[in-house]
């Protein structure tokens, strides 16, 4: 039996009569509509209630499903600490999704759990369940900082749990919507938000699941949504089915966006397979962006190559260009995948013989030694957008009105503190923000005062 069915849900905790107070009958639509879930969840008498919240454990390459028999969890933080929840969950459904997860080699499971209680993107859509419906386990997932792909395949994979268990299981995607909205809000205002709020009403309510990949991280985070992850593993527990979908309701009056669509599958639809077509397109895509890069970007993709399948350091050959051989610098090598960085490491000034194999010595690094990430895969190679940056002089300034985001690159310096940003970056729209970013590469407070440097690179993509 495959997930029997899906809802997108918020979780504001004002939405609590408790924690609002009165305040929650502005948002009345959204309570109505939340009523509304409740009493389906319960018409369907789930075995057990998936619930991926934005607010459970998150970790950068890896997603946290929540172990041991049951957990506990109250509105204490919101000063409603009568609030309270106990929860069993169903621990041979997380086994299981554990062991599949393990058998593909993803990145999911139990481990590093740092806090058992049940957050609140958890116990807002429990708060509405449970007033209908007191039966069925739970299993809490949450998201991670992997790529929107990884987390519509941990949705298959807890189909694929369910099917294998023959369970009767529903999910909940708790997340919010864009939080700048309005400019009275608690976080502003900004254009991206009304943009992001309509997008995914728009693709949910159609149930257009291929179109949550095309939405750009960086208009996400200036939207600043909540639950684009979540909902993407929900779709993902829908691949290759038709679905029926309905939306409720959407409201934007406190500034934050809330949204809830209602979801069931009515059988099989080969035209759905909506990772499979998009990993094909992109497979094509940087195949022929591969064939027209330079003799730097295509040394890095070698490098990368030998490395991560044989764990061998390519050798620098004599028909590279004149310059990558005889000229010596500093140079960046970046990988990015789905979208979002996959490792960046690179040399302010040349730290061997030339360009050739500084590049090589770098591309290895950012594969398999970037702290930040853990090793490139092999199953991973085809799926790399590699860029190179080759470092000019490094020039000091005497303040940020010599800097320009978009042609220079920033050092920061406090004495042993020393931070580095490259111009030019997605998401990086001032000089303010690139001396910010850093500042915090290199340990150096917001307040502290840092010598500055600046330089230009020449990108090879």
């Known amino acids: 039996m495959p997930v029997c069915a899906a809802f997108m849900v918020p979780h504001p905790p004002m939405i609590v009569p408790a924690i609002g107070k009165g305040s929650e009958n502005q948002i009345r639509e959204t309570i109505d509509a939340y009523e509304r879930v409740a009493e389906e969840i319960a018409e369907l008498r789930p075995e057990t209630i998936i619930i991926t919240s934005p607010h459970s454990i998150m970790y950068a390459d890896y997603f946290h499903i929540s172990p041991k028999k049951k957990a506990e969890g109250s509105f204490d933080r919101f000063n409603a600490s009568q609030v309270k929840f106990s929860e069993e969950y169903d621990s041979e459904l997380v086994d299981k999704i554990c062991e599949l997860s393990g058998r593909e080699d993803f990145p999911a499971g139990t481990l590093g759990e740092r806090d058992p209680r049940l957050d609140h993107g958890t116990m807002v859509p429990l708060w509405f369940i449970r007033k209908h419906y007191k039966e069925g386990k739970i299993v809490r997932i949450g998201l991670s900082g992997l790529p929107l792909t990884d987390h519509y395949r941990l949705g298959m994979i807890i189909n694929e749990t369910v099917e294998e268990l023959d369970r009767k299981v529903v999910i909940v995607a708790s997340g919010d919507l864009s939080h700048k909205l309005q400019t009275y809000g608690p976080y502003g205002f900004a254009k991206e938000g009304p943009l992001y709020d309509e997008r995914i009403m728009d693709v949910c309510s159609r149930a257009a699941f291929g179109e949550l990949f095309d939405f750009d991280e960086d208009f996400c985070d200036k939207a600043a949504e909540c639950g684009h992850r979540s909902f993407v593993i929900m779709a993902g527990a829908f691949d290759g089915k038709k679905v029926r979908s309905e939306k409720l309701s959407h409201q934007d009056v406190t500034g934050v966006g809330y949204g809830i669509c209602t979801f069931y599958p009515e059988g099989n639809d080969e035209e759905r397979h909506f990772l499979e077509r998009r990993e094909k397109e992109t497979v094509r895509e940087l195949e022929v962006k591969n064939s027209n890069s330079d003799a730097y970007v295509k040394l890095a993709r070698k490098a990368v190559e030998e490395y991560v399948i044989k764990r061998k350091h390519l050798k620098v050959s004599d028909d590279l260009p004149e310059e990558m051989l005889k000229r010596r610098a500093g140079t960046f090598v970046s990988l990015h995948k789905d979208g979002q960085l996959r490792g960046c490491i690179g040399t302010i000034m040349a730290t061997q013989d030339n360009i050739a194999q500084e590049i090589i010595q770098n591309a290895i690094s950012a594969c398999s030694r970037d702290p930040r990430f853990s090793p490139v895969k092999e199953k991973e190679l085809k799926y790399l957008e590699i860029s190179v940056d080759v470092l000019g002089e490094i020039e000091d300034v005497s303040g940020p009105e010599e800097l320009d985001v978009k042609r220079y690159g920033v050092i920061v310096t406090k004495g042993s503190r020393r931070g580095l ?36 690179v020449i990108r090879h993509y």
């Not at 729209?429 to 340990?443: F, H």
């Open 421 to 456: 940003l490259l111009p030019d970056l997605d998401g990086v729209d001032s000089v303010e923000e690139q001396i910010e970013i850093a500042k915090r590469k290199a340990g150096i407070r917001e307040n502290e005062d840092v010598e500055l440097q600046r330089f230009e």
